[in-house]
């Protein structure tokens, strides 16, 4: 992925998990690259969904670059098994629980030869990020409070946030991409659009649609 590159990343989380290898199919025959697996450990956040057999399942069904999202509480002890079940991007949250550190395992993805994400929850401040901005490849904004898919875009709370975090990297000659994760439609898509977003993750305006095509086409015009 490339910060300069707009990319909607279907989320799994709200696609039909009886026929996880057809929904996959089903994203990338209509032109998705990018893939978006949704972890939750149900401690970091109020929910249980998959861990890496999922992300193994999906690695063996498809080409496609797999961008997981660790919603769990110390990622370092679990990171082994995601790097190892195929994941492309990982997403760790400067909120959860380390046994070691968040520069460390930031650095341990790297190493790994994969790419390395941030994310912030909706109630941390971008400065939160700061630390780690030459460690990453992808800051990941929440724009809802994470644990649900089909929960309205928090656009006052978030907006500034990505703001500020475009303009930081810019001033700094960094290369991050901006994913906005949470209620993204085409109608809020252009809004994270117009505050630095590159990356656009859909779950329920992809999988929620019957004709994915037409999903993704308008998902793509509108961020274009
Ligand atoms: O990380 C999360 C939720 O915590 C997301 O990736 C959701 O899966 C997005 O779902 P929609 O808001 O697009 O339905
Ligand atoms: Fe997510």
């Not at 089903?26 to 032109?31: F, I, T």
């Not at 690695?59 to 670059?65: H, L």
């Not at 993805?109 to 400065?127: C, N, S």
């Not at 960094?174 to 898509?189: M, P, Q, R, S």
Request: charged share 20%.
């Amino acid at each position: 992925m490339t910060h300069t590159t707009p990319y909607i990343l279907p989320s799994l989380l709200a696609a039909d998990w009886s026929k996880v290898a057809a929904e996959v199919k089903r994203a990338e025959d209509v032109g998705v690259e990018v893939l978006h697996l949704d972890v939750m450990d149900g401690a970091f956040v109020d929910n249980i969904s998959f861990g890496p057999q999922m992300v193994q399942t999906v690695r063996k069904c498809t080409s496609m670059y797999l961008d997981v999202h660790l919603m769990i509480h110390r990622p370092d002890h679990y990171l082994e098994r995601f790097l190892q079940a195929g994941a492309d991007n990982i997403t760790i949250h400067v909120e959860a629980r380390y046994d070691t550190s968040v520069v460390e395992t930031l650095r341990r993805i790297r190493a790994a030869g994969k790419h390395a994400g941030l994310a912030l929850h909706p109630d941390t401040p971008f400065e939160a990020a700061i630390p780690y901005a030459q460690e990453i490849d992808l800051l990941l904004i929440m724009t809802v409070v994470p644990g649900f898919g089909g929960q309205p875009f928090m656009e006052k709370e978030t907006m500034p946030k990505l703001a500020a975090a475009r303009d930081y990297r810019d001033a700094h000659g960094l290369k991050y991409n901006l994913e906005v994760d949470g209620g993204i439609y085409i109608h809020t898509a252009p809004i994270a659009k117009a505050h630095g977003a590159n990356a656009f993750v859909c779950g329920t305006s992809f999988y929620g649609r019957e004709d994915t095509a037409a999903a993704m086409a308008g998902l793509t015009q509108c961020v274009s």
